[in-house]
């Protein structure tokens, strides 16, 4: 039964966000919408199944929804701290840098989420990863303790997708 389960759905998180994804594009309920949302749930990850030979495994993924309101809320914050850097510190009193983030983390699509995230929250980019995987280089837009920040992602959100998918 489960195999069966898995031929006609081989990613099944996946079905159901891209038919959640489709309801939010289409910007209406409707019978309709959720039908064909939910085809293109099926079809998509089906269609792409040989590009995913290893799939990822999510440990916890009812913790998914932590991490993202608090992604949320850290995009939230940081765009009100940023336009206040923008606004009103002087360009002399502004301390950019790069700081070297060491990851823990080894699973691609962790190291991408957590890649991503940094990259989404306003004011920090991240520009590399490091041959081997174990770090990520990020730049900060204002970052007076550059220990403070690498703490603060290892912590908020490195911690949570080790949850997550490790």
Do not use: Q
Request: charged fraction near 20%.
């Amino acid at each position: 039964m489960t195999r069966l389960l898995s031929r006609f759905f081989p990613h099944p998180h996946l079905t159901l966000l891209l038919t959640v994804v489709w309801l939010l594009l289409v910007n209406s309920f409707s019978l309709n919408s959720l039908l064909f949302g939910f085809f293109l749930g099926i079809v998509i990850p089906f269609v792409t199944r040989p590009y995913w030979p290893d799939r990822p495994v999510l440990r916890r993924p009812m913790k998914i929804a932590e991490y993202v309101l608090v992604v949320l809320y850290d995009i939230v914050m940081a765009n009100i701290v940023v336009a206040g850097i923008v606004l009103f510190k002087r360009n002399a009193d502004r301390k950019p840098a790069w700081i070297c983030v060491p990851i823990e983390l080894r699973s691609p699509e962790a190291i991408t989420v957590l890649a991503g995230t940094i990259t989404m929250t306003p004011g920090t980019v991240t520009a590399d990863l490091s041959a081997e995987g174990h770090n990520l280089l990020v730049h900060c837009l204002d970052a007076p303790d550059p220990d403070a920040v690498r703490d603060e992602i290892k912590a908020r959100y490195e911690r949570r997708l080790m949850e997550i998918f490790e």
